[in-house]
């Protein structure tokens, strides 16, 4: 199984949808919660931390789901610059290594 | 605001070189690590590095690896004899504390440095 699985899209939408990115995550003990953005060629960039209690920022917000080890992501109010591969990423319990989701690609069009 | 480095951009070896991939983190942070990403394929970890030494590495980071922090700016990744299939983008990343240490450390990234092995 993997360790840490999403769909990998693409997911064509217009401009100022509303979109949603799910991921799963198979170790339990899983500490911390992300999710990054990567534009084509280029670093991951932290998009947002996940807290337990659910957090937003701007048009994004992010949820996570300890019972059943999952994490979303919501886009509002979709631009054409939010295009791009979205990460969801876990540090496990211990060490401090993050693991990658394959990524979601995300293209808005006009 | 405060950024990983990396040099160079791109690199292109033959099969056998041996290379050296340099970054510069972010000065204040204290844990280093350097991730691959092969051409269409998910981010992957390799080592992580702190108070001078190795804290965790992968099964990726074979015998072929190494990393040194031969002075007090810059984070270096050897491979000593390249295979093809080490072709890809190399991240270097820092942070404050360990990913893993504190809830939500966040791990900056660098540009990354293309490697391509002919």
């Known amino acids: 199984r993997k360790e840490v699985e999403q769909d990998p899209g693409p997911f064509n939408v217009p401009e100022g949808a509303t979109v949603a990115f799910n991921c799963t995550y198979s170790?339990?003990?899983?500490?911390?919660f992300f999710w990054y953005r990567q534009d084509c060629r280029k670093e991951p960039k932290l998009l947002m931390s996940?807290?337990?209690s659910g957090n937003e920022d701007g048009r994004f917000t992010a949820q996570l789901n300890r019972a059943s080890q999952y994490i979303s992501l919501l886009i509002r109010d979709s631009k054409l610059s939010d295009s791009a591969t979205y990460l969801c990423?876990?540090?496990?319990?211990?060490?401090?290594?993050?693991?990658f989701g394959a990524g979601t690609i995300l293209r808005v069009k006009s | 605001e405060p950024e990983v480095t990396q040099t160079p951009s791109h690199q292109v070896t033959q099969m056998g070189q041996e290379v050296i991939l340099r970054c510069v983190p972010i000065?204040?942070?204290?844990?280093f690590y350097w991730y691959r990403q092969i051409l269409g394929q998910k981010v992957e970890f390799l080592v992580s590095?702190?108070?001078?030494?190795?804290?965790?590495k992968s099964e990726i980071f074979d015998d072929q690896f190494s990393v040194e922090r031969p002075d007090g700016s810059n984070f270096t990744l050897k491979i000593r004899s390249t295979k093809l299939e080490d072709s890809a983008m190399y991240f270097c990343?820092?942070?404050?504390?360990?990913?893993?240490?504190?809830?939500?450390?966040?791990?900056?990234f660098g540009q990354g440095t293309r490697l391509t092995v002919v």
């Open positions: 996940v807290y337990s």
């Open positions: 170790n339990s003990a899983s500490q911390s």
């Open positions: 000065s204040n942070h204290l844990y």
């Open positions: 590095f702190y108070n001078n030494e190795i804290s965790e």
């Open positions: 990343a820092s942070s404050e504390q360990g990913t893993g240490a504190f809830m939500n450390t966040e791990a900056f």
């Open positions: 990423v876990v540090n496990e319990e211990y060490g401090n290594k993050l693991v």
